[in-house]
């Protein structure tokens, strides 16, 4: 298994076994030269015909790697060419496989201790997953994914949909990949913000105390049980977006910057007209009304003033009542979905209204900015905590400042708190100024590096699950509270045998999986293709390919040890697939 981590590093250096591994039975001397060459490339095509070695070669490299903790683990997939689909077959997914990776178990066997290598898979060391599930770790069909849209539930996604990458950009889903039901953990964040995976999901985490350390990328079962010093501090940060989010941008009904000063200091109940209160009259001049609306003070008051038409045409209480708002009190006010998943400016707008009207600023010892928001309405905190995440941003959990019945001083008035009002600190990227209030604006400065740490992980449920492979170069998509998923196997050796029945799409997929200080071995035989058409076979497109990438190489075991009538047969089959080019067994 991976090594725990400790207070220096995320995990403890490998230690690497000098001694040779004893095998039963050794390499010859075309297989030597081979693991020569794996060796030294990240990803092997290595071709041969049946009985040329090619899976023993393979698993002879996994288990002497795994033995001298080279990898921390040995991922085996092979395709399942069978009119049943592997889902139907009885026992857990390592049972289900059993029928197709006999042939690498027995491998295993011929080079090492059964027992032992018994005991590698039953640790997890060894871990045997169909092609299907390379794609990546599986979330609950009940977690959020993030689209250009808006957001949607993962057992909604469907092949050909847009989701958000982890640049923000649209990418789209080119396939789904259902994984049954999984235990499901839930990891909460220091700002409150939580999701859903199972204990293999990847994630990129960074020791808070240690100075100059990387990110390094663990599976949750890797730390989860090592979250915090002396069991008080929290140990383990975690990168968010380095960038907003971009939704496709809509146009809005009420200027946003408008609707976010209602939303903090404006009553929109609907027994009168709009009104809005505020010391700071330069809020107004930033005001856009529809043409027939005027703003006019109230009279003998020092703060209110009434958005009022001119014609009685009441376009503003219209366009209110369209976005459900019209009615609503300073308990119950929340930020419509139009606003939520809108254009950058739309977003940042909104926020500067409500900002603007009741939020504040603070400083830190460290002379940067702490915005201080509150509200008696959680649904609006929770509303400004997603626009803050969308725009790269953190805030803390809500907490309640002040109680329901508790006397305070507003202004000039004693007042009695009819609802818990709550509170949230933000921290914004450092270009985006959650300011337009020239007071507030220009004593506003933030040169913070975001993070999030993690406060706990909890196993919480079973739950079915799946996977989405999509068309982005790093296979990264947006869900919960805007957390970057990872996609890639990292620390391990891969191997896929059988490689000649993986298709193009297939193939792909498997090789851009491949992450940092991973290997992977391509096992195939171009003569031996089960697929019904012999040219989707993608493992000979990679095994040309090769030579032309770096870090790839492509290598040819000649040696045979089958019966010759082997040959003559497979030369056979071969002659009568060209001649009609179709599945010769119609």
Request: glycine residues 6%.
């Amino acid at each position: 298994m991976a090594s725990k981590p400790h207070t220096d590093e995320v995990y403890r250096p490998k230690r690497v076994v000098k001694n040779p591994i004893n095998f039963k039975i050794q390499l010859n001397e075309e297989q030597k030269e081979a693991k020569a060459k794996i060796l030294n490339h990240t990803i092997t095509l290595l071709a041969g015909q049946a009985g040329s070695g090619k899976t023993l070669l393979a698993c002879n490299i996994a288990l002497d790697g795994l033995m001298r903790r080279e990898y921390s683990k040995v991922i085996i997939t092979r395709p399942t060419v069978s009119k049943e689909d592997i889902g139907f077959l009885p026992g857990d997914m390592r049972e289900k496989m059993d029928p197709w990776v006999q042939p690498i178990y027995q491998n295993m066997f011929i080079l090492y201790d059964k027992e032992k290598v018994k005991k590698l898979i039953q640790d997890e060391q060894i871990e045997i997953v169909p092609v299907s599930f390379m794609r990546g770790r599986a979330q609950p069909l009940t977690s959020v994914i993030y689209t250009p849209e808006g957001k949607k539930l993962m057992g909604e996604i469907l092949v050909g949909d847009e989701v958000l990458g982890s640049d923000g950009q649209p990418i789209k889903v080119t396939q789904i990949f259902p994984q049954g039901e999984k235990d499901i953990y839930k990891i909460t964040f220091s700002d409150g913000s939580s999701t859903e995976c199972c204990d293999e999901h990847l994630w990129d985490v960074k020791l808070i105390t240690s100075k100059g350390s990387k990110y390094k990328t663990l599976e949750l079962k890797d730390f989860k049980d090592d979250l915090k010093y002396r069991n008080i501090r929290r140990k383990y940060q975690i990168p968010i977006i380095s960038n907003p989010v971009n939704f496709i941008s809509k146009e809005t009904t009420i200027d946003p910057y408008t609707l976010g000063c209602l939303l903090g200091d404006g009553s929109i109940t609907g027994a009168v007209t709009p009104t809005f209160s505020t010391n700071d009259i330069e809020i107004l001049d930033y005001f856009k009304l529809p043409n027939n609306y005027n703003i006019i003070k109230n009279k003998g008051d020092n703060y209110d003033y009434r958005l009022s038409s001119i014609d009685r045409n009441n376009i503003l209480t219209s366009q209110l009542e369209e976005l459900k708002l019209l009615g609503t009190k300073s308990h119950n006010k929340f930020i419509p979905e139009l606003y939520k998943y809108n254009s950058i400016e739309t977003r940042l707008e909104i926020l500067r209204g409500i900002l603007d009207t009741d939020g504040d600023i603070g400083t830190h010892p460290n002379n940067t900015c702490r915005i201080n928001y509150n509200s008696v309405s959680i649904n609006l905190i929770e509303d400004v905590i997603e626009i803050v995440n969308s725009l790269g941003g953190i805030t803390t959990s809500p907490r309640v400042c002040r109680k329901k019945g508790e006397i305070t001083k507003w202004r000039d008035k004693v007042i009695r708190c009819n609802y818990d009002c709550y509170r949230i600190n933000i921290t914004l990227p450092p270009k985006l100024n959650p300011f337009k209030l020239i007071r507030k604006s220009t004593q506003y400065k933030n040169t913070t590096n975001l993070y999030r740490t993690i406060d706990k992980i909890e196993l919480t449920s079973k739950k079915d699950t799946q996977c989405i492979l999509v068309d982005s170069k790093d296979h990264l998509y947006l869900t919960d509270n805007f957390i970057v998923t990872h996609n890639t196997f990292v620390d391990s050796l891969i191997i896929v045998d059988e490689a000649q029945n993986v298709t193009h799409e297939q193939m792909e997929m498997i090789a851009t999986r491949i992450g940092k200080h991973s290997k992977m071995i391509i096992c195939g035989d171009t003569y031996q293709v089960d697929l019904k058409n012999k040219s989707e076979s993608g493992f000979k497109f990679l095994y040309n390919a090769a030579r032309k990438i770096k870090n790839m190489e492509a290598i040819t075991l000649l040696t045979n040890n089958r019966d010759e009538i082997v040959q003559d047969l497979i030369n056979y089959y071969n002659e009568a697939y060209e001649k009609t080019k179709t599945n010769i067994y119609k």
